[in-house]
């Protein structure tokens, strides 16, 4: 986003969806913030799908995509208190996940050009019409 954007475009563009933040000297000045709890429900399902018995919900072994350290805990209780395998796979080969790596049963990277090649594409309609990537994706 450039720099000389008035504040009014900023704001339109946090009405419209977009995660944007405003820079001051030395602090961060949040306009639109999101918790999703994707992680959280994540591990819960995580964790209750591993303890099902005889079940549609259960599973042999899990994949976990991701490298969210909040996940550790729930891998930790999938694999070494319940004894399940759970495989975890880094989208992003950079990010540290040293605590991931000690709960997990193995951990791999998912390489950037695999995870870009497997991208919808920057324009796509449905019922409700055309929609794009957001900017910066």
């Not at 951990?107 to 794009?132: I, K, N």
Request: glycine share 4%.
């Amino acid at each position: 986003m450039p720099l000389n954007w008035s504040v009014e475009a900023i704001e339109e563009h946090a009405k419209r969806g977009y995660n944007v933040v405003r820079v001051k000297p030395t602090m961060v000045e949040v306009l639109r913030s999101e918790e999703k709890g994707s992680d959280v429900n994540l591990a819960v399902h995580l964790v209750n799908d591993a303890h099902q018995a005889n079940s549609a919900s259960t599973f042999e072994v899990a994949l976990v995509v991701s490298t969210d350290a909040d996940l550790a805990g729930a891998i930790r209780i999938v694999t070494q208190d319940i004894g399940k395998p759970v495989y975890v796979c880094r989208p992003n080969p950079s990010a540290r996940t040293r605590l991931l790596n000690s709960v997990a049963t193995s951990v791999f990277d998912l390489p950037t050009s695999v995870l870009r090649a497997s991208q919808f594409p920057p324009m796509l309609t449905d019922a409700r019409g055309t929609f794009h990537k957001p900017p910066g994706w």
